[in-house]
C-alpha cells in the first residue's frame, strides 16, 4: 500500500504582515510549520518593504535562519498586473525569489484588457524558467479576474498556474466541480475561515482579504471539503491576517493559534477523502 505524501503546511506573509522575513521564518518554526511565503514586494503604501535582492542583508539572515530551522520559502508575493509594463518588477522580485529558492510567484490579474493579460503573463512564465519560478495566478473577488475557470484559461494559455485562496473561493462562488476541472493546475492552497455571507461592498472585501479574516475552522467556510479536493499531498499556506489577534496573541501566540487551527482542518479533510475512498 502506498503511503501518500505527507501535506506540508505553510505560514503566509499575510499573516503576519508587519514581521520582516527572518522573524517569520523563527516565528513559522516554533509554531510547526514547514514552509513561508515571502512578501518580496509590498502590496500597498502602507506596507513595510522588505528587501529580499541578492546581497542584501534581510536576505543573508533570512538564509541563516532557514539554514537554522529548516522551514524554507515556498512562494513570493505580490503583483497586481494592471497593464503597465511591469517587467521590471517581476525581474527583480524572481531575483529574490531563486535566492531564497521559492518555486512560485503569486500574481493577480486586475487588467480589464483579457488579450493583453494573456501576453503578460505568457510573457512573465517565459522569464521565470530562467529563475526556476512558476507564475501562479490567484483569482481574487473584487479584481478583473474573479473566478477559477477566468483564472484557468489564462494560465492554461500561458503556461503557468493558479492559487486558490479559500476566502476569495467563497467570496466569487466557486464550486467544487471548478475546482476538480482545474486541479492540476493548482500547486498551493491558501486556508483562511469567514463569515458566510458576502461584504456588501467592494471597500468591504478589501479590508476584510488585507486585515480580518477567520481563523480556519471558526467560520462558515467549508474548508475540509475544500482541501479534500485536492490530492493529500498539496501543500497549504495559512492566509490568516488578523490585525486584532495579533494584537491580543503576539507574532508566535498567532502563529500557534494558526497552525493548530489548520491541522484540525487537515484533519477533517482526511477524514473526508479516506470515507470517500471507500
Known sequence: MNTPPRRQVGLAQLSLVGTAPPDLVTVAAGAGFDFIGARVRPVTAAERAYDLQPGSPMLKETLARMRDTGVTVKDIEFLLLDGSDQRGAWLRMMEAGQAL???SLTVAGADPDAARLADTLARMTADGRDFGIVPTLEPISYQA???IPAAAELARAAGCKIVVDALHFNRFGGTLDQLAASADLVPLLQLCDGPVQRPATREDLVTESRSERGVPGEGGFDLAALVAAFPAG?????ETPSDRRVA???GPGWARNLK???DAVLAAAENLQEAGAK
Not at 498539496?234 to 495559512?238: D, E, L, R
Open 101 to 103: 529558492g521559492a518555486g
Open 248 to 250: 491580543e496573541l503576539g
Open 234 to 238: 498539496t501543500p497549504v499556506s495559512v
Open 145 to 147: 479576474v474573479d473566478s
Open 260 to 262: 493548530a487551527a489548520a
